[in-house]
């Protein structure tokens, strides 16, 4: 799996994260210029670029889904994006781990998983079909 960043992201520690959780090895392909922020163009663009290796994205600036609005994060096939906006690590990697998860093909989950549907204000978002996989709550 490849992981993109902001410049000023250090990806480290969150790379360890990945790895331990599920067993895939992480490669930092440094940053990506991401001064858009509509995450439906993102998606694409990271899709088209990649040749649908596994990737994820970690943007410094907030994300918005059209017609839907400020999103955490979001995949669609073997892509995953994430904004790192004001979050702290322990969320940020939460979330990281549940956008690869959905990039590794998982579902959501009921229960306390990680691949529960976020309790975070933008939740709701990241089921909504086609944009991560298929909501199981």
Known sequence: ?????????????????????????????????????????????????????????IVENELFYP???????????????????GLDGDFLAS????EVGHVLGLPHCRGGCIMSPSASPWGPWRSLPGLSGPSKG
């Not at 250090?10 to 067993?23: D, F, M």
């Not at 979330?95 to 549940?98: G, N, S, T, V, Y």
């Open 67 to 85: 017609e839907v609005g400020s999103i955490v994060g979001c995949a669609a096939s073997r892509t995953a994006l994430l904004s790192d906006a």
């Open 1 to 57: 799996m490849n992981i993109f960043h902001g410049e000023s992201l250090e990806v480290s520690n969150l790379i360890g994260v990945i790895e331990e959780h599920y067993g895939v090895e992480v490669r930092d392909k440094g940053s990506l210029d991401a001064t858009a922020s509509n995450a439906a163009h993102l998606l694409k663009k990271l899709g088209r670029s990649f040749g649908g290796h596994p990737c994820l994205w």
């Open 95 to 98: 979330e990281a781990l549940h």
